[in-house]
Structure formats: structure tokens, C-alpha cells
């Protein structure tokens, strides 16, 4: 069983609807213990990064969805609950993520309409296995003002946590897809490889990520009709297989 946390935001129903399609069972809870029993977690969501870190504070569901988050299971993020992965964010004021992924959610800047809602093409580089069978220019469904900054160098399409571990000291919002760096898998041990999709809305920034058994998108693959229930129906074959 998948669980759903709900902390009060999002449309809570359609994500659970849209597994249903792609005949995987998931549960909507608050409850702590349904989280940490589940074989995977889904945290979605949208409206403000503050107000859902509070809310789950409220709801005693920090440490459960840190469990959730320690790389012994599967776990999916989505919108709201993609950005809430991250060391900071500067919506209402700077306040702290969960801080599972080096860096920070900034504002789209000025100059497109805000928020960023609607169809747009995403780019990947093949190294993600939610986009599996899904080809890179393929459009999704996005609806949100402000955007996570990877801290850290591109390696291979993908991202070095070992690089910024303990803060940002690097931030690259528009890295090449692929480099002639060396590949991820020879870096130092214990760092781990964060890969990167990438979708552009007046600055390049991550829409979408994976790192160990983390996964996360910054649009709604609920909303996102044929290739978003893809997206689902790739995240339910990593459950199955227990990668």
C-alpha cells in the first residue's frame, strides 16, 4: 500500500484516483504509524511552503515522513511537496525545508505571467526512471510561483549532494543536460547522485528529480493526462520492484 499524506493541502483525491488507475492501491492518512507501515509515500500538496511545514509539525508528521525519507523506501514528492525536499525557502520570508536536497525555493522572476500554470515541455537526459518510455520534450502540467535552486556541480546529467553537504555553496539553475565531467558512479564514497529533469518558465530550473529512491516533480502528473499517468505507472513499477 501507498500512503497519501495529508496535511491539508492539495488536492488530496486525484492523486489517489489517479494510482487507482494505474491499479496500484494507495490510502489517504494522517495518521503517523500508516506511514511508517506503508510500502511507499506519497507526499502532495500545494498552496504555502510555510504553512504546510507547520501543518505537518501540527500533525506529529515530521519524524514519520523523515523515516520516509531515509532511503529504505520508495517516496514520491509532488509540487508543494517537491519544494518542501529542499534546505530553504524564501516564500512569506526564509524559512527551513526538510533539507533532505541541498538547496533553495526561490520566486519565478519577473517578466512571464505568475503563477506558472498550464502546459509546459520538460527535458531529460534518459537518467531518471520516472520518465521511463516517456521521451524528453514531452509536456506536463504546472502550477506554481516559485521553483527549487539546486545547490551543487552537474556530473553527468547529474547533481553531487557530497558537493554542498551542510549548505549551498554552489547553485547552477541552468546546467547542460549532460557534461564531460566524470561520471557520477566514480565520485567519493558516500556521495550520492541527484539527476535532474529540466523545464524552462523565464529562468531553467529542476522540474523534477531523483536521488537514491527519492523522486520528485515539480508538476502535477495527476493533471497531466497521458504522460503524467506514466510517470505514475513508473513510480508504482519501482514500488513493485522494491529498487
Same mark, same amino acid.
Given at each position: ?6 496535511? $491539508? !493541502? ?30 511507499? #509515500?506519497?507526499? @502532495? ?28 523506501? @520508495?517516496?514520491? $514528492?509532488?509540487?508543494?511537496? +517537491? ?12 524559512? !527551513? ?7 533553495? #525555493?526561490?520566486?519565478?522572476?519577473? $517578466? ?22 516517456? @521521451? ?9 510561483? +516559485? +521553483? ?18 551542510? $549548505?549551498? !555553496?554552489?547553485?547552477? #539553475?541552468?546546467? @547542460? ?23 524552462? +518558465? ?8 531523483? #536521488? ?32
Amino acid at each position: 500500500m501507498i500512503a497519501i499524506i495529508d496535511y $491539508g !493541502r492539495g488536492n488530496l483525491g486525484s492523486v489517489e484516483k489517479a494510482f487507482r488507475r494505474v491499479g496500484i492501491p494507495a490510502a489517504i492518512t494522517q495518521d503517523p504509524r500508516s506511514v511508517d507501515e506503508a510500502e511507499a #509515500v506519497v507526499l @502532495p500538496g500545494d498552496g504555502a511552503f510555510h504553512d504546510a511545514m507547520s501543518n505537518l509539525d501540527r500533525l506529529g508528521l515530521i519524524p514519520s515522513l523523515r523515516r520516509a525519507l531515509d532511503g529504505s523506501r @520508495p517516496f514520491l $514528492g509532488i509540487c508543494l511537496g +517537491y519544494q518542501l525536499l529542499f534546505s530553504t525557502s524564501e516564500e512569506f520570508g526564509e524559512g !527551513r525545508g526538510l533539507d533532505v536536497v541541498p538547496g533553495a #525555493v526561490r520566486r519565478l522572476p519577473a $517578466g512571464r505571467k505568475i503563477p506558472h500554470m498550464g502546459w509546459n515541455r520538460l527535458e531529460h537526459a534518459g537518467e531518471l526512471r520516472l520518465f521511463d518510455g516517456i @521521451p524528453s520534450g514531452a509536456h506536463f502540467y504546472f502550477v506554481h510561483s +516559485y +521553483y527549487p535552486v539546486v545547490a551543487g556541480a552537474v556530473v553527468a546529467g547529474a547533481v553531487s549532494t557530497a558537493l554542498t553537504e551542510g $549548505g549551498l !555553496r554552489q547553485e547552477r #539553475v541552468a546546467p @547542460p543536460a549532460r557534461s564531460d565531467a566524470p561520471d557520477a558512479r566514480s565520485m567519493a564514497p558516500g556521495a550520492q547522485a541527484l539527476r535532474v529533469a529540466w523545464c524552462e +518558465y523565464g529562468v531553467r530550473f529542476a522540474a523534477a528529480i531523483e #536521488v537514491g529512491r527519492i523522486h520528485a516533480t515539480q508538476f502535477h502528473p495527476e493533471k497531466s493526462q497521458r504522460w503524467g499517468l506514466r510517470v505514475l505507472e513508473n513510480f508504482a513499477a519501482v514500488v513493485k520492484s522494491g529498487r
